[in-house]
């Protein structure tokens, strides 16, 4: 079992960058895809990125490509979001998740098995 723990959200203006991460504990998390997912207030979640187990691909919604960029580092059993020129709309609880092991990345968060608690990104106008 995977257990990943978010960090790195915060309260930031339109047009500012964040990092989140997504530290895994487990010995097997190099052989899971991971996606970041996101869910704002009384909306349902919607998928951000996602990263294959070795890095090999990424997949990113609409609404992000070309601002956020996804990467993992095995060795420290981390994957990261990089979020740049962020908008209010960005506005969301940021959570990680794990699929596989040997999966490859699924937009729909019923497909992935463990999840983090979530970390608050507020974008201001």
């Known amino acids: 079992q995977v257990q990943l723990v978010e960090s790195g959200g915060g309260l930031v203006q339109a047009g500012d960058s964040l990092r989140l991460s997504c530290a895994a504990s487990g010995r097997t998390f190099s052989t899971y895809a991971v996606a970041w997912f996101r869910q704002a207030p009384g909306k349902e979640r919607n998928f951000v990125a996602g990263i294959t187990w070795n890095g090999g691909s990424t997949s990113y919604a609409d609404s992000v490509k070309d601002r956020f960029t996804i990467s993992r580092d095995n060795s420290k059993s981390t994957v990261y979001l990089r979020m740049n020129n962020l908008k209010p709309e960005d506005t969301a609880v940021y959570s990680c998740?794990?699929?596989?092991?040997?999966?490859?990345?699924?937009?729909?968060?019923?497909?992935?098995?463990?999840w983090g608690q979530g970390t608050q990104v507020t974008v201001s106008s």
């Open positions: 998740a794990v699929r596989g092991p040997w999966l490859g990345v699924s937009n729909i968060a019923s497909h992935y098995n463990s």
